[in-house]
């Protein structure tokens, strides 16, 4: 039997004590196998984010558990855990957080460097990323020489350089145009196709159709699940 990249049991985060106290995700149970992508979807406020934080070693869980390639993340150091971000998690946040003194290749080549990649070898990868996100000529660039939608795109490409088993996406194609948010979604369905798992959070539905499942959060809690038999590439009724 295949075992899950990803693995979380019984998770759950609590912020506040008392009449203060918010549960942001109540005892959620989900598994990530390799060549899954699994959409997250529900409103404002539902726990999507927290969830996405807490796979990739971002945030400590109140309770349950978070495995990352059969580490339990909790049983780690912070050297530990900072390599397991670097190594095994790639992640695309919807503020981007590019660093603003380095360039595009420097932003995704960075994490491969500290992980002790030789920069030339690692600026070949950056620079391949940057070619699969359509950004090839953009390289040296800085973040403020680029528009929002390049920015998003140098985002993507760091989360995605490099041998990475899973992928955290944030609404990864908030800054994009219907195009180019098609064309990203192929290059991570095609790296989950490759074998990697990709956990992604979307408000539409016609990204969330790319997905084999869609969990759909409410108030930190599961709320249903969509298995789907095939992948999409049109809008679908996720309702």
């Not at 969830?51 to 558990?65: I, S, W």
């Not at 944030?170 to 790296?191: F, N, V």
Request: proline content about 5%; charged content about 25%.
């Amino acid at each position: 039997m295949t075992e899950p990249i990803l693995s979380m049991r019984r998770l759950g985060k609590t912020h506040g004590v008392g009449a203060q106290r918010v549960d942001a995700l109540v005892s959620v149970d989900l598994d990530l196998l390799p060549g899954e992508l699994v959409a997250i979807t529900g409103r404002s406020g539902s726990g999507k984010t927290t969830l996405l934080n807490m796979a990739g070693a971002l945030d400590e869980p109140t309770t349950g558990e978070v495995i990352v390639d059969g580490q339990n993340l909790a049983t780690l150091s912070k050297q530990e855990l900072a390599r397991v971000r670097r190594v095994s998690v790639g992640y695309v946040f919807q503020q981007f957080n590019l660093l603003p003194s380095l360039t595009a290749a420097e932003n995704i080549s960075l994490p491969l460097e500290l992980d002790g990649m030789k920069p030339a070898l690692a600026r070949e990868l950056a620079e391949k990323s940057l070619d699969e996100v359509e950004l090839g000529g953009m390289a040296d660039r800085y973040p403020d020489q680029l528009s929002g939608g390049e920015q998003q795109r140098v985002a993507i490409a760091r989360g995605l350089v490099g041998p990475r088993s899973v992928l955290l996406a944030d609404e990864p194609t908030g800054a994009l145009d219907e195009a180019t948010s098609e064309s990203i979604l192929k290059l991570i369905r095609s790296r989950c196709d490759a074998g990697a798992a990709a956990l992604l959070v979307t408000h539409e539905p016609a990204y969330a159709a790319w997905a084999d499942r869609v969990v759909r959060l409410r108030d930190g809690r599961v709320e249903g699940i969509s298995v789907r038999s095939k992948t999409p590439s049109s809008t679908a009724d996720l309702s």
